[in-house]
């Protein structure tokens, strides 16, 4: 009896020892969560048996369809509003999926837009997307209103049409007081300049006044408070130093040579001269030779009459002619310390130009 009951003892010992060990290996590989370690392999067998399920989509209809997700909305949420719309069949077999997949911590808020097509894999990984809540939309350095408006009407999924966004940014666009007055914008001036170039993500509910002012607000934060100071202290208004800096944009293919264009020009204010700057006269153009940046020619210099025209008038046009980026921005308000008056294109296909401090200099530049 008494060495059964040592058998008894020393098999009790071995288990114990076993058991934990099992469970110190358990704790190690589960990361100190056992409970959701086991929960999450039991799943992973589960789904293991239903690849079938999850590959099948529910029908072939491709009509778009969005699903909003908002803040805090769970998987499970999620997962009926999915069944509610008939995206799924399966509302549990989502769930389980997403968090399997680790997915259930990565969801974004936003609207998406999906169809009955797509697999409950295809989903998870359109709504755990940031670049897919909403519709992408960028604005490129250096495009004016006009060019803007067109490329709205070629997104088809935007819910507002060029027209809509060209009445509250063109002349006579109202915007906040205050906003008018700390970026140097008349009242009721065009936004020309101010649309900062970006990707936007935007909401299927949107409207072409809740872009606009996404837009200008983009504009705000990223140009910042420092810049503006130091303008106004070089008695520039940030809408002047916007009208430079849209000039350097279209005159510069690389952004390295902002602060050197923005230079010559800033030299010829400063001089008393005439900008001469070609793309005043294109913007001038307004779009009559059947492109916003036509080429032009010497004679368009004197022939193209308009305040916009640099070449006829002294200073700075009336307004920006488009819309640049920060680096060129930046640029206007710290321009390369130089000596250059005059620039034009190399003759080596770089796009690059060069510089010159006299005329005579310039002359010998040419091709």
């Not at 809740?210 to 303008?231: C, K, P, S, Y």
């Not at 400063?270 to 900008?275: E, N, P, S």
């Not at 005043?280 to 036509?294: D, E, H, I, S």
């Not at 200073?315 to 680096?327: C, E, F």
Request: with cysteine; proline share 4%.
């Amino acid at each position: 009896m008494l060495r059964l009951a040592k058998i008894v003892i020393v098999l009790g010992f071995i288990a114990f020892f076993f058991g934990a060990i099992s469970l110190g290996f358990l704790m190690i590989i589960s990361g100190g969560d056992p409970v959701d370690y086991l929960r999450t392999t039991y799943l992973r067998m589960t789904l293991a048996t239903r690849q079938e399920d999850l590959e099948r989509s529910v029908s072939s209809d491709a009509s778009e369809q969005i699903l909003q997700i908002a803040s805090g909305d769970t998987p499970f949420i999620i997962a009926q509003k999915l069944r509610e719309q008939s995206l799924i069949v399966d509302a549990e077999l989502f769930v389980d999926y997403m968090v399997v997949e680790g997915l259930d911590t990565q969801l974004q808020e936003g609207a998406f837009f999906l169809n009955q097509t797509m697999t409950i894999p295809d989903i998870a990984a359109t709504i755990t997307d940031r670049a897919n809540a909403g519709i992408l939309f960028v604005i490129l350095p250096g495009t004016r209103i006009e060019e803007i408006v067109e490329n709205i009407d070629q997104a088809t999924r935007l819910p507002f049409t060029g027209s809509d966004f060209y009445n509250v940014v063109s002349s006579g666009a109202q915007i906040d007081l205050t906003l008018s007055q700390q970026l140097g914008i008349p009242v009721g001036a065009s936004l020309e300049g101010f649309l900062f170039p970006d990707t936007y993500v935007v909401s299927p509910n949107s409207t072409a006044t809740a872009f606009r002012d996404m837009v200008l607000q983009n504009f705000v934060e990223t140009v910042g408070t420092q810049l503006l100071i130091d303008a106004n202290a070089q008695d520039l208004s940030m809408r002047d130093v916007v009208t430079i800096a849209s000039i350097a944009q279209r005159e510069a293919v690389w952004d390295d040579e902002h602060v050197l264009i923005t230079s010559v020009y800033r030299n010829r204010l400063d001089a008393g001269m005439k900008l001469d700057a070609d793309p005043t006269v294109q913007y001038a153009l307004q779009g009559a030779r059947g492109r916003w940046w036509t080429n032009i020619s010497p004679a368009d210099y004197r022939g193209v009459e308009s305040p916009y025209n640099t070449y006829l008038n002294f200073g700075l046009p009336p307004s920006p002619i488009a819309n640049p980026s920060l680096s060129a921005i930046r640029a206007a308000i710290y321009p390369a310390e130089s000596s250059y008056i005059y620039f034009r294109a190399r003759c080596d296909g770089s796009n690059y130009h060069r510089f010159a401090t006299t005329y005579d200099e310039h002359l010998v530049n040419g091709c």
